[in-house]
């Protein structure tokens, strides 16, 4: 279960202060405490935003997968690279590496699209031309958690 955010709490204060006074009013030949009337007013709020939010959270999220884009011409960027996946669907985030000691691009990067139309983009692009190169185009391996990278194995050999 996710907790509510800042927005979603301070609505069901609102209608749980709403709720106080429209039980306060109804029901005002009965002698009932405010304490009680306001924790009624709070559990409709939040049966309200519980009802209310769940089928949108759950279409705002979307299964994604990184694509690994290998090949890439050194002088393309991320504008470029984007709007050429964006013709084969939803694009959330592009990464091209570049060369920590020269600040040039390394000619691959990754591309991270909804998991529906990842697929069709590798079979579209794989093996492609784009700018005079062509691509590579697969799904990216996960890197490993507590398994060091390539570079971090070097350069602690290099301080020893």
């Known amino acids: 279960m996710k ?3 800042q927005k979603s709490f301070l609505f069901s204060i609102i209608i ?3 709720g106080f006074v429209v ?3 109804a029901f005002a030949s009965l002698a009932l405490d405010p304490a009680l009337l306001f924790g009624a007013g709070l559990l409709i709020g939040a049966l309200v935003i519980a009802v209310v939010a769940s089928p949108a959270s759950e279409e705002a999220e979307v299964k994604t997968k990184t694509l690994y884009v290998g090949n890439l011409p050194y002088r393309a960027n ?3 690279v984007r709007a050429l996946f964006e013709e084969q669907g939803k694009v959330f985030n592009v990464r091209l590496l570049k060369d920590k000691n020269t600040g040039k691009r390394r000619g691959f990067g990754f591309v991270e699209m909804a998991e529906t139309d990842a697929d069709k983009a ?3 692009l794989n093996d492609s031309e784009f700018q005079q190169r062509t691509l590579k185009v697969r799904e990216a391996k996960q890197k490993q958690e507590g398994e060091p990278s390539h ?3 070097e350069s602690d050999q290099s301080t020893l």
């Open 78 to 80: 991320e504008g470029v």
């Open 122 to 124: 590798i079979n579209q």
């Open 151 to 153: 570079f971090r194995q």
């Open 23 to 25: 039980v306060k009013f």
């Open 16 to 18: 749980a202060v709403l």
């Open 3 to 5: 907790l509510p955010d």
